[in-house]
């Protein structure tokens, strides 16, 4: 597990404390002394000059003077812990945590380093808060995180109990809430699976060029070229590690699902990158409002704004449901003797036999949920808090359509794997570069099906578990292209 310092939380680290794949989290010690004389300058500024939510209320209360900050600090965690819906999971509650609890370890939020140290032990202790989804219009997760100040103060129970309860001062409440962590959270865990699908695609296109003898020129080095991005050169490169010398193609041009793949994938992979790179560093900085630093000052600001993130998250989902077009192309490409030399659907050659003809439909059907999902969140608007706060990101938004859309693309690929590995089954095919992926998926279904008309939902739900092994058989992806 990571010691964390405000400045190095990856979102491989985010994923495995979501998981509690290692040891307790802890504070770096030179990070909780930083964090301590953020929080002596904060308390000595405030005796000078009014500070947003330290001395003042919140939101259109901006200009009230609080006559006592101890109680407005209690009163701001409960009436913002209101909200609404189902709960988190527990991995989306966990990510959130360590997210929070990192940011609050970098310098500038004038927050008490005991609410770090009550922070650090919730997360050891796996003592989660009672989380809902319904609260956040992406500018800052309030809800959830006062609901966690609550428990932290004990005013609100946890399964199991926290060891170590805190006190909130008067510029501990808004301090805490000020941040978009659950976003974060919710957006780490699914450009995570997102990258591991993307990854998976490639294999299974691979298998499906195998499978209609495909023209290797469109993955040469003159694509790289052609298309100089590092997403697109990446796809290239690794097509051409999983076909190897390919035999003659048995076409001048291959449809657009092979021909089109690295310019539509290599954009999802892009996207994806991009939007790893605004979690991580939103994940690694201050976002309170204001600012209170001995070094940097004291400055309110708008960073709680999350416009980078919705928009990186928006893209991305677009990007995935425009490769998954690909993905359902391929699979209606298989369906085609004049692509395969096998019969119509991969049927078995029983007179006017299905094969994999709804497995089709299945895959166009997640697809349509896909495509239902790319709405760009961030074309939302609002206006709250008596004007004064007149817009929003909505990132909360985004993050949950790009976690939902992580089943509907494996749903896609598994249709897509289905069809591809019946294909190559049925021309006993075993292309020497795809022997590894190969033998994995032999392993784990059997190797040896049964191709005649049945019930295949058995087939399409152990191909959601295969993909997501496939990843293995890829070359990693390099940061950069």
């Given at each position: 597990?990571?010691?964390?310092?405000?400045?190095?939380?990856?979102?491989?680290?985010?994923?495995a404390?979501?998981?509690?794949?290692?040891?307790?989290?802890?504070?770096?010690?030179?990070?909780?002394?930083?964090?301590?004389?953020?929080?002596?300058?904060?308390?000595?500024?405030a005796?000078?000059?009014p500070?947003?939510?330290?001395?003042?209320?919140?939101?259109?209360?901006?200009?009230?003077?609080?006559?006592?900050?101890?109680?407005?600090?209690?009163?701001?965690?409960?009436?913002?812990?209101?909200?609404?819906?189902?709960?988190?999971?527990?991995?989306?509650?966990?990510?959130?945590?360590?997210?929070?609890?990192?940011?609050?370890?970098?310098?500038?939020?004038?927050i008490?380093?005991?609410v770090?140290?009550?922070?650090?032990?919730?997360?050891?202790?796996?003592?989660?808060?009672?989380?809902?989804?319904?609260?956040s219009?992406?500018?800052?997760?309030?809800?959830?995180l006062a609901?966690?100040?609550?428990?932290?103060?004990?005013?609100?129970?946890?399964?199991?109990?926290?060891?170590?309860?805190?006190?909130?001062?008067?510029?501990?409440?808004?301090?805490?809430?000020?941040?978009?962590?659950?976003?974060?959270?919710?957006?780490?865990?699914?450009?995570?699976?997102?990258?591991?699908?993307?990854?998976?695609?490639?294999?299974?296109?691979a298998?499906?060029?195998?499978?209609?003898?495909?023209?290797?020129?469109?993955?040469?080095?003159?694509?790289?070229?052609?298309?100089?991005?590092?997403?697109?050169?990446?796809?290239?490169?690794?097509?051409?590690?999983?076909?190897?010398?390919?035999?003659?193609?048995?076409?001048?041009?291959?449809?657009?699902?092979l021909?089109?793949?690295?310019?539509?994938?290599?954009?999802?992979?892009?996207?994806?990158?991009?939007?790893?790179?605004?979690?991580?560093?939103?994940?690694?900085?201050?976002?309170?409002?204001?600012?209170?630093?001995?070094?940097?000052?004291?400055?309110?600001?708008?960073?709680?704004?999350?416009?980078?993130?919705?928009?990186?998250?928006?893209?991305?989902?677009?990007?995935?449901?425009?490769?998954?077009?690909?993905?359902?192309?391929?699979?209606?490409?298989?369906?085609?003797?004049?692509?395969?030399?096998?019969?119509?659907?991969?049927?078995?050659?029983?007179?006017?036999?299905?094969?994999?003809?709804?497995?089709?439909?299945?895959?166009?059907?997640?697809?349509?949920?896909?495509?239902?999902?790319?709405?760009?969140?961030?074309?939302?608007?609002?206006?709250?808090?008596?004007?004064?706060?007149?817009?929003?990101?909505?990132?909360?938004?985004?993050?949950?359509?790009?976690?939902?859309?992580?089943?509907?693309?494996?749903?896609?690929?598994?249709?897509?794997l289905?069809?591809?590995?019946?294909?190559?089954?049925?021309?006993?095919?075993?292309?020497?570069?795809?022997?590894?992926?190969?033998?994995?998926?032999?392993?784990?279904?059997?190797?040896?099906?049964d191709?005649?008309?049945?019930?295949?939902?058995?087939?399409l739900?152990?191909?959601?578990?295969l993909?997501?092994?496939?990843?293995?058989?890829?070359?990693?992806?390099?940061?950069?292209?």
């Amino acid at each position: 597990m990571p010691t964390l310092d405000g400045t190095r939380l990856s979102l491989d680290e985010i994923v495995a404390v979501s998981r509690r794949a290692g040891g307790p989290v802890e504070v770096d010690a030179m990070a909780r002394e930083r964090v301590a004389r953020s929080h002596e300058f904060a308390n000595t500024v405030a005796e000078n000059r009014p500070i947003y939510g330290r001395s003042t209320g919140v939101g259109a209360n901006k200009d009230l003077v609080q006559p006592d900050p101890d109680s407005q600090a209690l009163q701001l965690l409960r009436s913002h812990a209101t909200s609404s819906g189902e709960l988190r999971s527990a991995a989306r509650v966990r990510a959130m945590l360590v997210i929070r609890l990192n940011q609050l370890a970098t310098d500038g939020n004038g927050i008490s380093p005991l609410v770090l140290d009550a922070l650090a032990a919730m997360l050891g202790a796996d003592s989660l808060p009672p989380v809902r989804e319904g609260g956040s219009v992406g500018t800052a997760d309030l809800a959830a995180l006062a609901t966690t100040a609550r428990v932290l103060s004990g005013e609100v129970p946890s399964t199991p109990p926290v060891t170590a309860t805190t006190e909130f001062g008067p510029g501990d409440a808004l301090t805490f809430m000020s941040s978009n962590a659950a976003v974060l959270a919710d957006a780490a865990l699914a450009v995570w699976d997102l990258g591991r699908l993307a990854r998976a695609t490639v294999v299974i296109a691979a298998m499906d060029f195998a499978a209609v003898r495909g023209n290797p020129e469109a993955f040469s080095p003159a694509v790289e070229v052609a298309t100089p991005f590092p997403g697109s050169r990446w796809v290239c490169r690794t097509m051409r590690e999983l076909i190897g010398p390919a035999g003659e193609p048995a076409r001048i041009q291959d449809p657009f699902s092979l021909r089109t793949f690295p310019q539509v994938h290599g954009a999802l992979m892009d996207r994806l990158a991009f939007a790893e790179e605004v979690i991580v560093k939103m994940a690694n900085s201050p976002s309170e409002n204001p600012i209170v630093s001995p070094e940097l000052g004291v400055a309110h600001h708008g960073a709680f704004h999350a416009a980078y993130l919705v928009q990186s998250l928006d893209s991305l989902v677009l990007a995935v449901a425009q490769s998954a077009q690909l993905s359902l192309a391929r699979l209606t490409m298989l369906a085609e003797p004049a692509y395969t030399g096998l019969h119509p659907f991969l049927g078995d050659g029983t007179p006017a036999a299905s094969g994999v003809m709804i497995v089709e439909y299945s895959a166009a059907s997640a697809l349509a949920e896909l495509r239902a999902l790319a709405t760009p969140a961030g074309i939302q608007a609002v206006t709250l808090s008596r004007g004064v706060e007149e817009d929003a990101s909505f990132a909360t938004l985004a993050a949950r359509q790009a976690l939902e859309s992580v089943s509907r693309f494996r749903a896609v690929l598994a249709a897509e794997l289905v069809a591809s590995l019946r294909c190559l089954r049925m021309q006993r095919a075993h292309p020497p570069t795809l022997v590894s992926a190969l033998a994995y998926l032999d392993e784990r279904d059997g190797g040896i099906p049964d191709m005649h008309d049945r019930d295949l939902t058995y087939d399409l739900i152990l191909a959601e578990e295969l993909v997501d092994g496939l990843p293995a058989h890829v070359q990693p992806v390099q940061r950069g292209g």
